[in-house]
């Protein structure tokens, strides 16, 4: 991020925040698919739902397909019983972290990919790297959960008084669960009616997918109500899909496989292309596929292991993500910024400046608390198409 910017307007807590925090809001594509980025619904993701403080939960509420009641002319009106609601009740998963920058080292660090003789003056380079650097951290701790919640689970293990969490349930302390339907996940028995992917995608001379995807629109509508508008897997599924035989069949001998194949358009906010793909098949054109081979560091963590967000093999199935689907629930912590300043409440993900002494040193904040809130559970399915 470039900058004009004094050290000492850097250090503040006003740039701190602003830094840190735009990074957070703008740096994951994935985020910005499911409308869970940032603090504020108006200027930032479309699914955000502000409630404040430690504890919170959600509703798991079906759509209904019974009728209203007929009644006889002058009869009194029925009595009907509340719509069955299930209930999901969370402790808001909390980051907070600091990184203390000593005053001595920033007077004297040299350019970040400069030569040896390159020094930044005050180390505003070093400044500026080091907020996004959070801001991004702050970004995966969101879309960790975001992937968990496609997958149905994401399990918390204790190191000390830090709690990690991952995908593997093994020696798990606790349990996020978005209730996800066994029947949604891995080969989609979602009505009862055996598996829609009997075969795998993975032998392209005979696999049907367009009606494998037409099944999975057909059990949405069935078990809730919903649609299939969104399928979200990596380049080798979409490679799959491309050279399976009934897809370029459908598609006719003289023309593409594919209506669309291209990048996401613009530049994310580390100065790089955006990495996410689109595409669209004539085979069943009701669907975009979101393609992406974006990676997490995850595990305990002095020993973290890198894992596909969408692994090899698997895909998200859903609906577009609305407010009546899923939103992220924004919680709250009570902060103070500083000695002599007064506390105060600071909703979803927030950053501060704070100067100590004895070293001179500043330390930058970053936090969040938040948990994605899966209202219809039966509108998604986390799939093994590859097996």
Known sequence: MATDASISELLTTLYTAKAISTVAATSSP?????????????????????????????????DTRTAASFRAPAAPAATVARNPVGRVEIVFPRMAEKLPLLHDDLNNFRKIGGGYSDYDPRGIDYITKQQRYLGQRAANFRLLM???????????????DTTYYDFDSTAAINTISWRIPTGNTLQLNMTGDGNIIDASWATVASTDIPRHLSAINAAFEYTSGSRLDVAVINSKTWDLIKTN??????????????????????????????????????AANFVEFIITDAVMDVGPPHTLRREKLIPDNYAWFGPQPDKDLMEMLIGSEVVSEGHGKAPSEKYGTYAYSKENDDPAVVELYSGDNACPALYVPAATAWAQVVF
């Open 30 to 62: 994935i985020l910005g698919l499911f409308g869970f980025n940032g603090n504020d619904p108006k200027s930032d993701g479309k699914n955000l739902l502000r409630v404040g403080k430690r504890k919170s939960g959600w509703d798991i509420f079906d």
């Open 245 to 282: 035989t009934l897809v370029q069949r459908q598609a006719g001998s003289s023309n593409r496989v594919f209506k669309v194949d291209k990048r996401d358009v613009g530049m994310g906010f580390n100065g790089k292309p955006l990495t996410n793909r689109v595409g669209e098949i004539d």
């Open 146 to 160: 975001t992937a968990g919640m496609m997958r149905g689970n994401l399990y918390g293990h204790q190191v000390g």
